[in-house]
């Protein structure tokens, strides 16, 4: 890929206000940018020669300080119940309070694009105040070539302050930190935050908005194709397993977090891959292990010990600690982004329950079932607050960054499915053998061959149980797998303890879905697990 590094272009920062900067960095590489964070003292070079970042106070989203402003077109497109509303006026003097603040600081700006598919790709200016975050957007984001930079038109822009301080009075927001979104005017505002995942996440969110009008599935899913082009997708939230999971040696990964579905296919929103790097193994995760010691990776909040060198298995700072990286740093990565319709989804849960099995057959009903629900566990760290996994029902598998109601996405993906027949699996890497704090989490071994049985179709041929209170077809048997591990009820000390847990997960799935049943058919109602006791 090009590269260019010119200093205080002519790029139209006045557009949007900014007048009065520093010195305008626009599109540093790598290098270059490594030289930047470490003279401003931003981040650490490591014995390995990748970038490491600390964010302070704030080591995962603040999802509670994210607004959409609530204006006349929004009004009736945004799903309120899960969206906090700005108004425009305040949304007016954060904009301009946050341009005031950017005068005479130096300022780093990268173009990029987020979404592999030309038709679907959204154009996006980064701005930000600290070095190491430029280069963490130039990894995550898609790098365009030089030739389009000349006359690049964003149609998104990002202003990203982790020095300014909000005014809750002033600005209509909740704290200090602020993530204010403009939907219609594709300006987004941070923050009071040096947590960079922010800005990945903002860029997902408008793409979430802008893309079921054209009739474009946004998912928040990792994705993988094999030889013979039988591309796989994997729903989850953070700490599921959709970067480790997808990231398989024998199929060429697309991405591991973000994608759309259109008429041609899938398509990856992002150029790389925001891992998660707490307890990570170079026998376990390799390829993810591998790009930590590559120079051009930010590690962020990762500890280093006396040498320099990653220690990956302390989580003092936070559980969530991470590692970004351009796409090409994976070895059997897509070069384009792209893959034809999938032929098979996986919708991954952490159930800290221990109910679930490790893997499950699902009809396009109880797939739509389950992609409503979004259930799983919220991940120590992985945002503010949460200190321990509990358990969470997140619709489409990613609520946070859903601006329309779920029912637009949901329908979107059942046509989907239903067009191109694809087969559905739910996945628990979660526990087993009891809930957790008791049970033990499920064999990452095991979860890797019931994911090849499923991928190469072999799995559809085993012997199936129903079960008792989730209705879904359970395999009895698979090559590889520990047959006792099948049947989740079995690896309990306590069979009866099983089916009060398991009654109690059924409860939450049947209150959480009560505010979609009206959105649904009764095909999809019809899905819904039942309170049912397994017999001894």
């Known amino acids: ?86 108004s425009p006026e305040h949304f007016a003097l954060l904009k301009a309070d946050m341009l005031a603040h950017s005068k005479g600081r130096d300022l780093f700006v990268q173009d990029l694009v987020g979404g592999a598919d030309k038709d679907n790709a959204l154009p996006s200016r980064i701005v930000s105040e600290f070095a190491w975050h430029s280069l963490f957007i130039r990894n995550l984001l898609i790098r365009p070539e030089r030739q389009s930079l000349a006359g690049f038109a964003p149609k998104l822009t990002i202003i990203d302050l982790p020095s300014f301080r909000a005014d809750p009075a002033r600005h209509g ?30 860029v997902f969110t408008v793409l979430n908005y802008l893309l079921p009008e054209k009739g474009v599935m946004p998912m928040h899913c990792s994705a993988n194709v094999g030889p013979d082009g039988d591309a796989a997708v994997f729903f989850g939230l953070s700490g599921t397993g959709k970067t480790t999971l997808s990231a398989d040696p024998a199929r060429t990964l697309i991405g ?15 150029g790389g891959c925001y891992a998660k790097t707490i307890r990570l193994s170079a026998e376990a995760e390799p390829e993810i292990h591998a790009t930590t010691k590559r120079f051009g990776t930010v590690l962020e909040n990762v500890v280093l010990d006396e040498n320099r060198r990653p220690d990956f298995n302390d989580g003092s700072l936070t559980e969530n600690t991470r590692c970004a990286y351009p796409l090409h740093f994976i070895p059997n990565a897509s070069a384009t982004g792209i893959a034809g319709h999938p032929k098979t989804i996986i919708m991954l849960t952490a159930d800290a329950f221990g109910v679930l099995p490790p893997i499950a057959q699902l009809t396009p009903e109880q797939a739509m079932y389950h992609f409503l629900s979004g259930y799983t566990a919220k991940v120590a760290g992985t945002e503010k607050g949460v200190t321990e996994p509990e358990a ?65 179709g072999s799995l559809k041929k085993a012997d199936f149980r129903r079960d008792a209170n989730f209705g879904f077809q359970v395999p009895v048997a698979v090559d590889g797998v520990e047959t006792k591990i099948l049947d989740p009820r079995s690896t309990w000390a306590d069979a009866k303890a099983y089916d009060a847990q398991a009654e109690k997960l059924v409860g939450m799935f049947i209150a959480n879905f009560a505010k979609f049943e009206s959105h649904v058919d009764g095909k999809v109602r019809d899905a819904a697990p039942g309170l049912k006791v397994a017999a001894e």
């Open 173 to 202: 927001c909740r704290s200090e930190t602020v993530i204010a979104c403009d939907l219609v005017n594709g300006l987004i505002l941070i923050g009071g935050t040096s947590y960079a995942g922010e800005m990945k996440k903002s």
């Open 392 to 456: 969470t029902f997140s619709t489409c598998f990613g609520a946070p960054f859903m601006p329309r109601h779920p029912a637009e996405y949901g329908n979107l993906l059942r046509d989907l499915i239903g067009r191109h027949g694809v087969d559905c699996w739910l996945v628990n890497t979660g526990w087993t053998g009891g809930a957790y704090g008791t049970g033990s989490r499920m064999p990452i071994k095991a979860t890797r061959a019931l994911l090849t049985a499923a991928l190469n």
């Open 256 to 270: 591991d977090d973000e994608h759309g579905w259109g008429a041609d296919g899938i398509f990856n929103f992002e």
């Open 1 to 86: 890929m090009d590269e260019i590094g010119t200093r205080n272009p002519d790029i139209g920062l006045d557009l949007i206000g900014i007048t009065d900067a520093g010195r305008i960095h626009y599109n540093l590489g790598e290098a270059e940018l490594y030289e930047e964070a470490i003279r401003r003292n931003e981040a650490t070079l490591t014995a390995d020669g990748a970038l490491r970042a600390l964010t302070g106070q704030h080591t995962g989203r603040s999802a509670k300080d994210k607004f959409v402003v609530r204006d006349s077109v929004t009004e009736n497109q945004i799903w309120w119940d899960n969206n906090k509303p700005m």
